[in-house]
């Protein structure tokens, strides 16, 4: 009989944060991140403006862009939530408990990002791609938060 071939479970949760980012409005980088816990999805979060609240593409594009910014600088001047932060948001929403979590997210979390995983208690971050934050990783060192680049199998 032959054997079936499934994804290994980093290779799982890392496929489902692409299709999470999917559902990304900005318009430099779309993001997507998932909460796990036990090998259970407890928050899924993309980036995108606070609810309610218009799409760059509705209001003309990125301002960002428009100012001529480069890609990891002033983040603060961006109107998405980081999707880092809208799986956290979502948690709390939803009354879920984190503490303890692994994070796949598409990219490598910004510094503040990384602030906000180490209070709510992540213990390990599993990243695509990105620019890693030297700031971000420094300080999840400190924490002692793993850090790892995710490397898919061979199939």
């Known amino acids: 009989m032959k054997q079936l071939k499934r994804p290994s479970w980093d290779e799982y949760f890392m496929e489902i944060t692409d299709l999470v980012a999917t559902r990304a409005t900005c318009l430099r980088r779309k993001v997507g991140a998932i909460l796990v816990k036990d090998r259970r999805i407890l928050a899924t979060g993309y980036n995108g403006p606070p609810k309610g609240v218009p799409h760059c593409d509705e209001l003309g594009g990125c301002l960002r862009e ?7 600088e002033r983040m603060e001047l961006s109107r998405a939530v980081h999707a880092e ?3 956290i948001i979502q948690a709390a929403i939803m009354g879920t408990n984190i503490d303890g979590a692994t994070l796949y997210v598409t990219n490598h979390p910004c510094f503040i ?23 971000a990783e420094k300080i999840l060192k400190e924490a002692d938060v ?5 490397t898919p199998s061979d199939k």
């Open 113 to 135: 990002c990384a602030k906000m995983l180490i209070n709510v208690g992540v213990k390990k971050i599993i990243y695509k791609e990105g620019y890693p934050d030297e700031y």
């Open 85 to 87: 932060q809208n799986a």
């Open 146 to 150: 793993k850090i790892v680049k995710f």
């Open 66 to 72: 428009k100012l001529n910014i480069p890609s990891g």
